[in-house]
């Protein structure tokens, strides 16, 4: 398993960060990611509006995953409508 930066932006809304975020700890969950550190960066502007939006809720998760995994969590979070965007950064050891 190898570690990785996952950084997520919500929508500001907090029904949608809540449901976009419940939803991406279930999808971690299913596909046996360990979540080893969860820091909320907090509320940004974003560098370009998205979805008609120019502020957003940052979030950065510290997992451990397998890299097969990271390609299905990949096709799974564009289907996430609560999420604006992210990103998946491995961590150099």
Sequence with gaps: MRQY???VIFPLEEDQ???G???LLTDLGNHGVEIER???VGD????Y????????KYVLFIIKADPAKITALDR????????LKY???RVEE
């Design 87 to 89: 990103l998946f950064v």
């Design 44 to 47: 940004r502007d974003l560098a």
């Design 17 to 19: 960060h809540k449901a």
């Design 76 to 83: 799974i979070f564009k289907l996430n409508a609560n999420l």
């Design 38 to 40: 969860t820091d909320e």
């Design 49 to 56: 509006e998205i979805n008609k939006r120019r502020r957003a």
């Design 21 to 23: 975020r419940e939803q």
């Design 5 to 7: 930066e996952l950084t």
